[in-house]
């Protein structure tokens, strides 16, 4: 299909409020997971919004069907099926801090605001359209299928069930992250690991530690009692430690001893680096005290020393290591809780794909026993997910990005992030975010540009007919 033709379609305004209509209709649904039912796996909101997205289809005349609450299929034609477009309709909560509703989508100077706009739902209506422009346009030899999941934002297992009763398609895609096309997502590794010891006396000691809330989350927020010791006596520390880490710690006086509280960061596990991670802080807050030499305090001087501030990429459990292909490896000390008497905590790790189970696992393993500190469990660690930068589907939307931004010989990227393709032969990631835009995504005031979602159409059309025509 000529580029022309498909300029000539997404610039009719008409489209333009196509578009916005539907994404505000999706987004009016607030479909964050919830308790099961019957017909609704993941709760009232995720069915909800599979109901609304499947009559968007049903209006754009495609065939529909819902696979118990699962997901949702909109069939651009009854031919062999060539190609798969998964998206996904449920949202992470809305949480505070938003200029308007977060359920109501706002369009203001070419903007779209709303939770979901970005994640996921502008961009499952901009692979709609798509669809529908083929289908205006003449259509094609091969069929299309729009698979419209509920679950990716809490494990995919919508996309399990799919694909435990329905085979794969030759060619896949998410437009759930970013362009020109995402061939490579690294290998998670996130263990949780721990100690125990018998009830202690010394002081000043500590009798207490909680940080982080999520596995793939720079944890912002840690705090930890100490007895034995006044404020008074710590702020030397804090003011160091905030210097030089731009985390904020506070101290308080309490019964016995002392509080303190640090204050970072939150950023995605998948770039630590972006976050203060406030476990790490307080850790090195703690080093800088004269606490009694106990087994609690030996177990917290290790952690320091294992997971140092700033460090991101594994060297202090000597595990960091990259490849030219898919980058770094990273780290995200993500969650730490102590009493009196044991710790727990998690990390976790994004892979490239030079680790293995020797040079990753092994060496992490055999450093937490030198430490005294154990694995719990058995964790594994997933694969890579790797896609050839020589694959037909790989060069076929590269060829089609560059054909409709100007960008001349664009390259595949790693992630360290997770799509819905991750166990999908031959999956990759497309869109819809381009270079330099800031979606927002997870936080609030989440905006897409209403021109960008065009784009991504106009690529995605021009994708469709070169996949799955003659």
Not at 198 to 214: H, L, M, Y
Not at 312 to 317: A, M, V
Not at 401 to 426: C, F, L, N, Q, R
Request: hydrophobic share 40%; glycine share 10%; net charge negative.
């Amino acid at each position: 299909m000529k580029k022309e033709k498909i300029d000539q379609y997404f610039d009719d305004p008409a489209v333009r409020a196509r578009l916005i209509d539907a994404v505000s209709r999706l987004v009016s649904v607030k479909s964050v997971k919830g308790p099961a039912q019957p017909g609704a796996p993941f709760g009232a909101g995720p069915k909800a919004a599979l109901e609304e997205a499947l009559k968007l289809a049903d209006e754009l005349g495609f065939a529909t069907r819902n696979y118990d609450g699962y997901v949702g299929l909109a069939d651009l034609n009854d031919a062999p099926t060539q190609l798969h477009i998964l998206a996904h309709l449920d949202v992470v909560g809305e949480g505070t801090g938003w200029d308007t509703d977060p359920y109501t989508c706002v369009e203001k100077d070419g903007m779209l605001y709303g939770r979901g706009v970005s994640d996921d739902k502008g961009p499952l209506c901009a692979a709609l359209l798509a669809m529908a422009a083929v289908k205006d346009l003449g259509g094609t030899a091969k069929n299309v299928k729009l698979v419209m999941g509920t679950d990716e934002e809490s494990g995919s297992e919508d996309i399990a069930y799919y694909y435990a009763r329905e085979p794969f398609a030759p060619y896949s895609f998410t437009p759930d992250a970013d362009f020109p096309v995402i061939h490579i997502e690294k290998g998670h590794y996130h263990p949780d690991f721990g100690a125990a010891w018998a009830d202690e006396s010394a002081t000043p000691r500590v009798t207490s530690f909680k940080g982080g809330f999520r596995h793939n989350v720079v944890p912002p927020e840690a705090e930890c009692t100490i007895l034995g010791l006044a404020a008074a006596q710590v702020t030397t520390a804090c003011d160091q430690v905030t210097s030089a880490t731009g985390a904020v710690l506070t101290a308080k006086d309490v019964k016995g001893g002392v509080c303190l509280h640090c204050a970072g960061k939150n950023a995605h596990a998948a770039s630590p680096e972006g976050g203060i991670n406030a476990i790490q802080a307080l850790l090195a807050a703690l080093s800088l005290l004269p606490l009694a030499d106990c087994t609690s305090t030996r177990y917290l001087r290790s952690l320091h020393e294992l997971f140092p501030f700033g460090d991101t990429r594994g060297k202090g459990l000597g595990i960091a290591q990259a490849d030219p292909e898919s980058g770094e490896l990273t780290l995200n000390l993500a969650l730490l809780t102590m009493t009196s008497t044991r710790f727990k905590a998690k990390f976790d790790v994004r892979f490239p794909l030079c680790a293995n189970q020797f040079n990753c696992k092994g060496v992490c393993e055999e450093a937490f026993r030198r430490h005294g500190i154990s694995i719990l469990g058995d964790p594994d660690m997933t694969s890579v997910h790797c896609v050839s930068a020589d694959s037909p589907l790989v060069k076929t939307l590269l060829r089609c990005y560059s054909m409709y931004t100007g960008v001349e010989d664009p390259k595949p990227i790693a992630i360290g992030g997770g799509t819905y393709v991750h166990d999908i032969p031959g999956g990759v990631a497309f869109g819809c975010d381009f270079p330099g835009f800031d979606p927002k995504m997870h936080a609030a005031n989440e905006q897409a540009s209403v021109d960008n979602l065009l784009l991504s159409a106009k690529i995605f059309t021009q994708a469709i007919f070169e996949l799955c025509g003659e």
